[in-house]
């Protein structure tokens, strides 16, 4: 199964502090942000009840916030606001543990480093 790592960039523009009161460390994923997907991969994990899918998200986040992460000279680490999608369900990443919705039509807002402030 394919899963996506989508980078929540808010932190790189002033205007989501300024102008909307945003931050993605504080106030978590939000439609509006701007988002870069800094990972694609494949898993075999076998994700048939709800332990297994935190089982596996905890793995991704350990992964991704680790020094040899896949992706570590292009993005910063997994963090609050970011989302791993799998399959049909995004889980957003919060202050403690993740909260999931329906990502089968997700169309991110897409980050470009030209769009930067």
Not at 42 to 47: G, I, P, S
Not at 88 to 113: I, N, S
Request: proline content about 3%; glycine content about 8%.
């Amino acid at each position: 199964m394919t899963y996506e790592i989508w980078s929540n960039m808010a932190y790189r523009f002033t205007t989501f502090r300024t102008e909307y009161n945003y931050s993605q460390f504080i106030d978590g994923y939000k439609d509006f942000a701007p988002m870069l997907m800094s990972y694609k991969g494949e898993t075999d994990a076998k994700l048939t009840c709800p332990d297994d899918y935190n089982i596996f998200l905890g793995d991704i986040f350990n992964r991704f916030n680790a020094d040899d992460r896949p992706n570590g000279a292009a993005v910063h680490s997994l963090s609050v606001g970011d989302v791993v999608k799998l399959g049909g369900v995004g889980f957003a990443c919060e202050a403690m543990g993740w909260h999931a919705f329906v990502a089968t039509d997700w169309k991110p807002v897409l980050y470009t480093r030209s769009e930067q402030q």
